[in-house]
């Protein structure tokens, strides 16, 4: 099973409102992260955790607050985001580093 | 420092021509990966192949392949026979020791679109 779950698929928020993006795989993946993708470019990595510590943090806003519960899950809490943050978000996991990554169908976010 | 370069933006072909998506690849790292992912209109990324920089064999699986030269820091991937199922968004990737392996930095993308 090569499969990562993303839900919701598709989030409308406000510029005020807290909702979480949820990711899972259960693949036995160590590395998990979240990507962020702006229409017609290519995807630019936000977070990796490693063995469910977070292990890069690509100087993203704190309004996008990652969290890893546990190895087969990735949350990601948003909070006071900007119209700028629409976006598709993709999370994706493998095994350590160097390896092919496997990525969910991504949650399409709209800001308004 | 790490740049993946796609130099095609947009490719447009007629079914069953052949079709070949450039990549080319800077590092400074003697050991790094090299990744094709293909993107649908539904968003997943889909990964296609793998190869690390030891390996400079060229791959074959059923239409695809891969030419990977070090050489010239390419790695270039050829669709044989293309249908229209392979219309897609596709990327080439790059993951070496300065970024912790963990960090793939993907080129800006080719875009290809096959016409029945």
């Known amino acids: 099973d090569t499969e990562v779950t993303q839900t919701p698929k598709h989030l409308v928020m406000g510029m005020t409102n807290k909702k979480s993006l949820k990711c899972e795989q259960h693949?036995?993946?160590?590395?998990m992260y979240w990507y962020k993708q702006k229409a017609k470019k290519p995807p630019e990595l936000m977070f990796v955790?490693?063995?469910?510590?977070?292990?890069i943090n690509e100087s993203v806003p704190s309004r996008f607050s990652p969290e890893c519960p546990n190895s087969s899950l990735l949350n990601l809490h948003l909070h006071a985001l900007q119209p700028e943050d629409s976006a598709l978000y993709l999370c994706?996991?493998?095994?350590?580093?160097?390896?092919?990554?496997?990525f969910g169908q991504g949650t399409r976010l709209t800001v308004v | 420092a790490q740049k993946v370069t796609q130099a095609q933006t947009e490719i447009s072909v007629v079914e069953k021509e052949d079709v070949t998506l450039d990549c080319v690849y800077e590092?400074?790292?003697?050991?790094?990966?090299l990744f094709w992912y293909k993107q649908p209109p539904s968003g997943e990324l889909v990964f296609l192949i793998r190869?690390?920089?030891?390996?400079?064999q060229n791959e074959i699986s059923g239409r695809y392949s891969w030419n990977f030269q070090k050489s010239t820091s390419s790695f270039n991937f050829t669709i044989t026979a293309s249908q229209v199922v392979d219309s897609a968004v596709y990327f080439c990737?790059?993951?070496?020791?300065?970024?912790?392996?963990?960090?793939?930095?993907f080129g800006a993308g080719t875009r290809l679109a096959v016409h029945p």
């Open positions: 994706a996991s493998s095994h350590e580093g160097g390896t092919e990554a496997f």
């Open positions: 693949m036995g993946h160590r590395a």
């Open positions: 955790y490693s063995y469910e510590k977070l292990s």
């Open positions: 590092t400074r790292d003697t050991t790094y990966y």
């Open positions: 190869r690390n920089s030891f390996d400079e």
């Open positions: 990737a790059l993951s070496d020791f300065s970024g912790g392996y963990n960090k793939l930095i």
